[in-house]
């Protein structure tokens, strides 16, 4: 069953403990510092839109790709409301293509995880390194399940809308598998139930260079999130930084 399908509806609902301001403000600074102040961006993993809407308020020109229709409409809801000229796009991420070149590509909120085979995830890499102008910059973050979900269940119940988040961790494959079961109200006053289940990946630091380098990217570094300090062991999620490689300035 494909993923943010029932869970779409809700998740801006379950996600509102995000504080997507400070997020911004943390890889507007990434972006700043590694020279990009303004200019075409790419939101690759897009979801429902918040992060997206904060850069284009940045003054960042947005686009946004993602796989799920359902969180792209909801995307285009916020857009129409906030009057942001985003560009939304529906492609796989592993396939993804655009008209030209951008000055940066973001991938936030562990949708680098998603990719769960490494050989794709070296094909989004390379895609990335395509669609980057000639020392672009590439950022994005990685959850380290290991020490976040591990084996654990966590549900949430709210007046119109209920979940129950089942995770289960695979340390030989690294694997984290949820099973999510969403309950929500209807007009009638009943609850129509969806079930998902969602698999992701938990990479090393290692393995990211790695596939950074056959992807013909340059990497810069890595940080604990929302510190400018190297990653720890104990780090439940890192920001990784890398440049476009190989193309050549035009003069």
Same mark, same amino acid.
């Given at each position: 069953?494909?993923?943010?399908?029932?869970?779409?509806?809700?998740?801006?609902?379950?996600?509102?403990?995000?504080?997507?301001?400070?997020?911004?403000?943390?890889?507007?600074?990434?972006?700043?510092?590694?020279?990009?102040? =303004?200019?075409?961006?790419?939101?690759?993993?897009?979801?429902?839109?918040?992060? @997206?809407?904060?850069?284009?308020?940045?003054?960042?020109?947005?686009?946004?790709?993602?796989?799920?229709?359902?969180?792209?409409?909801?995307?285009?809801?916020?857009?129409?409301?906030?009057?942001?000229?985003?560009?939304?796009?529906?492609?796989?991420?592993?396939?993804?293509?655009?008209?030209?070149?951008?000055?940066?590509?973001?991938?936030?909120?562990?949708?680098?995880?998603?990719?769960?085979?490494?050989?794709?995830?070296?094909?989004?890499?390379?895609?990335?390194?395509?669609?980057?102008?000639?020392?672009?910059?590439?950022?994005?973050?990685?959850?380290?399940?290991?020490?976040?979900?591990?084996? @654990? @269940?966590?549900?949430?119940?709210?007046?119109? =809308? =209920?979940?129950?988040?089942?995770?289960?961790?695979?340390?030989?494959?690294?694997?984290?598998?949820?099973?999510?079961?969403?309950?929500?109200?209807?007009?009638?006053?009943?609850?129509?139930?969806?079930?998902?289940?969602?698999?992701?990946?938990?990479?090393?630091?290692?393995?990211?260079?790695?596939?950074?380098?056959?992807?013909?990217?340059?990497?810069? @570094?890595?940080?604990?999130?929302?510190?400018?300090?190297?990653?720890?062991?104990? =780090?439940?999620r890192i920001y990784?930084?890398?440049?476009?490689?190989?193309?050549?300035?035009?003069?």
């Amino acid at each position: 069953m494909e993923a943010y399908t029932g869970f779409a509806a809700v998740y801006d609902t379950f996600m509102d403990n995000v504080p997507y301001g400070e997020w911004c403000e943390y890889l507007t600074g990434l972006l700043k510092e590694n020279g990009v102040e =303004s200019g075409l961006v790419l939101d690759l993993g897009c979801g429902t839109g918040s992060l @997206t809407e904060l850069l284009a308020a940045r003054g960042y020109d947005m686009i946004g790709i993602d796989y799920s229709e359902e969180m792209l409409e909801l995307a285009a809801g916020k857009r129409a409301e906030s009057g942001q000229d985003i560009l939304y796009l529906c492609q796989d991420m592993r396939e993804f293509e655009l008209y030209g070149t951008v000055r940066a590509v973001v991938s936030i909120c562990d949708c680098i995880n998603y990719i769960t085979d490494p050989a794709d995830l070296a094909e989004v890499f390379s895609l990335v390194n395509n669609y980057l102008d000639p020392g672009g910059v590439f950022i994005f973050d990685l959850n380290k399940y290991a020490q976040v979900m591990g084996d @654990t @269940t966590v549900a949430e119940d709210r007046e119109e =809308s =209920s979940f129950i988040w089942d995770n289960q961790y695979d340390p030989e494959e690294r694997i984290n598998i949820y099973d999510l079961a969403i309950f929500l109200r209807e007009e009638n006053g009943l609850y129509r139930k969806y079930q998902e289940t969602h698999y992701q990946r938990a990479y090393s630091l290692q393995e990211i260079q790695e596939a950074l380098a056959l992807a013909g990217m340059e990497f810069v @570094t890595a940080y604990d999130a929302f510190t400018k300090d190297a990653p720890r062991k104990e =780090s439940e999620r890192i920001y990784v930084i890398a440049r476009e490689h190989g193309k050549k300035q035009n003069n």
